[in-house]
């Protein structure tokens, strides 16, 4: 079981990946910066430093949610409308 720590901690990692994908993606060659629009990118690969246990632990606490092919978003995710 991981400590409330180790979870915060990556959890941490995990929004900061995520918002350096975001730029990342954002600032990419052929994108207009005047039409502006949000970036496409809503779920990731978590971090690899951390345990396979530390990610099912932040998805049973309703932080994180399984999106499909071991990619992960934050908060819950309810498919398809």
């Known amino acids: 079981m991981p400590t409330d720590e180790e979870l915060k901690h990556a959890y941490k990692a995990f929004k900061k990946r995520l918002k350096l ?3 990342d ?3 990419r060659l052929g994108r207009s910066p005047l039409t502006g629009g949000a970036t496409g990118v809503e779920s990731i690969i978590p971090p690899r430093e951390f345990s396979q246990e530390i990610w099912d632990e932040l ?3 309703g932080r994180l949610s399984r999106d499909s092919d071991g ?3 934050i ?7």
């Open 75 to 81: 908060g819950t995710f309810k498919g398809g409308v």
């Open 59 to 61: 998805v049973k606490r």
């Open 71 to 73: 990619f992960y978003r």
């Open 25 to 27: 993606d954002e600032s």
């Open 21 to 23: 994908t975001r730029l």
